[in-house]
């Protein structure tokens, strides 16, 4: 079956970067797009940007752009959501999911989360 | 404040009907963009609910609909369960910010 599994959960100081990771599998990891979604405390859902895994084409949300960068390793089907000059805002659980911004099929399969703490 | 407006809550007793709206704008979902929509319980992921405006993927109750009409859309859930209560969110792409939105979320309270 489709999996994402995202790695574990980390603790930033102010002004540091994070490196989330989604290893995928169950499917053919270049015909997908990857979006990556956070939920701060308390608070909705954000998408912050999306990856096409065939061609690492990106769009990011204008409030990240120029602190998030979005890539990919096809060896592997792994993607990766880097998150610089982290902020106390920045302290959400971070979500990989499969599907793109404008997919006519939404976002169908999610990872598990990873919670980032900013302190 | 979200480009896609949703109710901050809404609230059933078991058994009855809701609706849930997804307010939007000429620039998503009046521009055609397809709105989708997912149930978030605490501590897991997300879940796709409805996709494409009205379409379901295999394992979801048709307890659960979702329609489109103009700059709006809905998801109506009947038959309310108690496992209903969590968290809804509509998500739709805005050609002007040219991003993907999430609508600001309704708490559903099973009474």
């Known amino acids: 079956q489709v999996q994402l599994v995202q790695s574990g959960g980390e603790v930033k100081k102010p002004g540091a970067s994070v490196k989330v990771s989604c290893k995928t599998s169950?499917?053919?990891?270049?015909?997908?797009?990857i979006s990556w979604v956070r939920q701060a405390p308390g608070q909705g859902l954000e998408w912050m940007g999306w990856i096409r895994a065939s061609n690492a084409n990106t769009n990011y949300a204008q409030k990240l752009q120029g602190r998030v960068t979005l890539t990919t390793d096809t060896s592997t089907s792994t993607a990766y959501m880097e998150l610089r000059s982290l902020r106390s805002d920045d302290t959400a659980v971070y979500y990989c999911?499969?599907?793109?911004?404008?997919?006519?099929?939404?976002?169908?399969?999610w990872g598990q989360g990873t919670t980032v703490i900013v302190s | 404040q979200s480009v896609l407006t949703q109710p901050p809550s809404v609230s059933g007793a078991p058994g009855q009907r809701i609706t849930i709206s997804c307010t939007g704008s000429?620039?998503?979902?009046?521009?055609?963009?397809?709105v989708h929509w997912y149930q978030h319980l605490p501590g897991t992921a997300p879940k796709l609910l409805i996709y494409g405006n009205s379409n379901r993927p295999s394992g979801v109750p048709d307890r659960f609909s979702g329609s489109k009409s103009g700059t709006s859309a809905s998801l109506a859930i009947t038959g309310l369960q108690a496992e209903d209560e969590a968290d809804y969110y509509c998500?739709?792409?805005?050609?002007?910010?040219?991003?993907?939105?999430f609508g600001g979320g309704t708490k559903l309270t099973v009474l």
């Open positions: 998500q739709s792409y805005d050609s002007s910010l040219s991003e993907g939105l």
């Open positions: 000429s620039s998503n979902i009046g521009a055609g963009y397809d």
């Open positions: 999911t499969r599907g793109g911004s404008s997919s006519t099929y939404g976002l169908d399969v």
């Open positions: 169950g499917y053919t990891f270049i015909n997908q797009d």
